[in-house]
């Protein structure tokens, strides 16, 4: 699946825009599937970047070493 993204805002009738670039990519008729990402609250926000950071804390340089792996 190619997933293409673009940022719009919900209009007064409750709908949304895709752009004529993104829309002109898909074949008409063509069924895609719709993932919409709402920003979280500021608290949520927070908690996501502190437990980033734990875990970033937790990586020694000994792990370095995974980093050279291959990625198949």
Do not use: H
Not at 8 to 28: E, F, G, H, K, M
Not at 54 to 59: I, T
């Amino acid at each position: 699946m190619k997933a293409v993204e673009f940022q719009s805002a919900l209009n007064p009738d409750r709908t949304l825009n895709v752009p004529s670039s993104v829309a002109n990519c898909i074949p008409q008729g063509q069924t895609v599937r719709v993932l919409i990402l709402i920003a979280e609250s500021e608290t949520d926000q927070e908690w996501e970047q502190a437990a980033a950071v734990e875990f970033g804390q937790g990586y020694a340089a000994s792990d370095a070493i995974y980093d050279q792996l291959s990625s198949r």
